[in-house]
């Protein structure tokens, strides 16, 4: 099993850009999360879905959409990026058990 | 709103001691915690869930314990090593339904111990 995969590592914006942040899981969990990792912050709760067609907000939602239209995938959308969502995006994924986190996506807004 | 805070933020002993992480909660309505390690620049490592109605969990020389009642949970590393270097985080999740004024899923963090263990 591939676990949780998320695309791209890496990536440079600039303000105002839009962008998906993209996360597949292939375990059929039906619980998912995306976080924020930051400097003296820690990691924190953006969005999270329950299951295929329902999601809902977290500690720090502003700015960020998230759909679930499938059990694998859950994108967290950027719609006009700006320097303030500079950070690590780490997605995870869980059924009964704990959660198995991704490798992370590095964001960049320049 | 649930806030864990971890115990010590930094930490660096010499290799061979065994030592304490500490993890404190808030909100004891609680589900689960987890324990999950962090190498830099690296993603999050799972090294032991302790449910709610459980006391410890054990995987090799790590050992957590969870006091739900009094909001703590312990994580015991014994005979360290140099390769046990890295950050250590606490995570806990609501029970269904939520915290007050919380959410209904997903995991609520300390900012973490980050590790040194010297050679």
């Known amino acids: 099993n591939a676990g949780v995969t998320q695309t791209p590592k890496f990536q440079v914006l600039k303000t105002g850009q839009s962008m998906t942040l993209q996360c597949a899981q292939d375990m059929n969990h039906e619980y998912m999360s995306w976080y924020r990792q930051d400097p003296g912050m820690g990691l924190r709760l953006i969005h999270y879905s329950v299951g295929a067609g329902i999601t809902d907000q977290g500690e720090v939602p502003n700015g960020y959409n998230v759909s679930r239209s499938t059990t694998e995938d859950f994108p967290l959308r950027l719609l006009s990026a700006a320097p303030s969502q500079t950070s690590v995006y780490f997605c995870a994924s869980r059924r009964e058990g704990g959660y198995t986190f991704g490798s992370g996506t590095r964001l960049t807004v320049v | 709103k649930q806030e864990v805070t971890q115990i010590p933020a930094a930490l660096s002993v010499p290799e061979g001691e065994n030592l304490v992480l500490n993890c404190s909660f808030t909100?004891?309505?609680?589900?689960?915690l987890q324990w999950f390690r962090q190498d830099p620049g690296k993603g999050l490592t799972s090294l032991l869930l302790?449910?709610?109605?459980?006391r410890e969990q054990t995987s090799g020389r790590l050992n957590a314990s969870l006091d739900k009642s009094s909001g703590r949970s312990t994580l015991y590393i014994a005979a360290s090593q140099p390769g046990d270097s890295a950050t250590y985080l606490c995570?806990?999740?609501?029970?269904?339904?939520?915290?007050?004024?919380?959410?209904?899923?997903?995991?609520?963090f300390g900012k973490g111990t980050h590790l040194i263990i010297q050679p």
């Open positions: 302790i449910q709610s109605s459980q």
């Open positions: 909100d004891s309505a609680i589900y689960n």
């Open positions: 995570a806990v999740r609501p029970e269904w339904g939520g915290y007050s004024g919380g959410g209904a899923d997903g995991l609520t």
